[in-house]
């Protein structure tokens, strides 16, 4: 089984990706385990948050959203109008931004960027197991 989400609009916002996440995790009830639902949750909604906040700031925008639960994973996939790769910034302890790769890279079991001819694509999966 599959559960599934997508939203593919001029404007997605943090707060439409996050619904989306809920949407699926919601559909995919019985598919999460049971004594990690919760968390798992709570780190897929951080890893959107950071994926749509990364190419809002740094890409001019989301122009397409999918969420799905397959394969022992919970994937997030963003992509945007943007071919340069994702990129970690040096920051100062203590400032404010630059940790969004940091956060998605030590909840997620793995990140995968891929670069098309209309822009990328960063696909996030946290792992079912």
Same mark, same amino acid.
């Given at each position: &089984? $599959? +559960?599934?989400?997508?939203?593919? =609009?001029? /404007?997605? $916002?943090? +707060?439409? +990706? !996050?619904? @989306?996440? !809920?949407? #699926? &995790? @919601?559909?995919?009830?019985?598919? %999460?385990?049971r004594? !990690? #639902?919760?968390? %798992?949750?709570? *780190? +897929?909604?951080?890893?959107? $948050? /950071? %994926?749509? =906040?990364? #190419?809002?700031?740094?890409?001019?925008g989301v =122009?397409?959203?999918?969420? *799905?639960?397959a394969d022992g994973e919970f994937r997030l996939r963003v992509s945007d109008a943007s071919r340069t790769a994702p990129q970690r910034v040096r920051t100062r302890k203590g400032s404010p931004g630059g940790y969004g790769l940091v956060v998605i890279e030590r909840l997620c079991s793995r990140m995968d960027v891929e670069i098309g001819p209309e822009g990328k694509t960063v696909t996030a999966a946290l792992s079912l197991r």
């Open positions: &089984m $599959s +559960a599934a989400q997508a939203l593919e =609009t001029e /404007e997605i $916002s943090c +707060a439409d +990706a !996050r619904v @989306a996440v !809920r949407a #699926a &995790m @919601a559909e995919a009830g019985r598919e %999460l385990p004594d !990690r #639902a919760g968390q %798992l949750g709570e *780190d +897929a909604l951080l890893v959107v $948050s /950071e %994926l749509v =906040t990364n #190419a809002l700031v740094h890409a001019g =122009t397409r959203l999918e969420v *799905d639960v």
